[in-house]
């Protein structure tokens, strides 16, 4: 199940942003300025705002969500803070054809792999919509009740073609990065 949107104040507060701080998260994933980026599970926009920042001018944020009520706070913050370059989605990344492939540079999930019931078919989906060499960056924080291990988020990666990169954190709380080979 994901986190209800009547819970979103749970995902952005004081606490998740001392052990996963979104610049630092941010920085993990390291967007950069006029790259294209998949927010998969973005909730209200803790991450999706700061990173349509992050990719200006040229660059964009879709914002995926399985939820509209997520969405639906997500397109207020947006307005409420004048943000143009991001496209909220309503999708299962699980589904097959769900936007067109190798268009993404940057694809991450915060907290949100345990949430999706087939995680293999949402790691294969993301390998197809991010371009050769891009990143898939994946961010668990316990005490989160769907939280993954690293070698559990290893493993899926592995078998849905990804190489790992770049690992921070500990094995309570962690970032790990992936490549789409080229």
Same mark, same amino acid.
């Given at each position: ?65 399985? *939820?509209? +009520?997520? $969405? ?5 913050? @947006? #307005?409420?803070? &004048?943000?143009?370059?991001? /496209? ?30 087939? *995680?293999? +078919?949402? $790691? ?5 919509? @991010? #371009?050769?060499? &891009?990143?898939?960056?994946? /961010? ?43």
């Amino acid at each position: 199940m994901p986190c209800p949107a009547w819970l979103s104040w749970m995902l952005d507060n004081r606490f998740t942003e001392t052990v996963a701080g979104t610049k630092v998260t941010l920085h993990r994933i390291g967007l950069l300025p006029g790259e294209r980026g998949l927010d998969i599970g973005c909730g209200s926009g803790r991450l999706s705002l700061p990173a349509a920042q992050r990719v200006t001018p040229a660059g964009e944020i879709v914002a995926l969500d399985i *939820q509209p +009520a997520m $969405l639906g706070k997500l397109q207020q913050r @947006l #307005k409420t803070n &004048g943000v143009t370059n991001v /496209t909220p989605v309503k999708a299962d990344i699980t589904k097959p054809g769900i936007l067109s492939g190798e268009q993404f540079d940057r694809v991450w999930l915060v907290t949100v792999l345990g949430e999706i019931p087939d *995680q293999l +078919a949402a $790691l294969q989906n993301i390998h197809r919509l @991010l #371009k050769p060499g &891009g990143t898939l960056s994946i /961010t668990e924080i316990l005490p989160d009740p769907h939280f993954q291990s690293q070698a559990t988020v290893m493993w899926l990666c592995w078998q849905a073609g990804f190489v790992p990169t770049q690992k921070w954190g500990t094995a309570f709380v962690f970032t790990l990065n992936f490549t789409k080979p080229e």
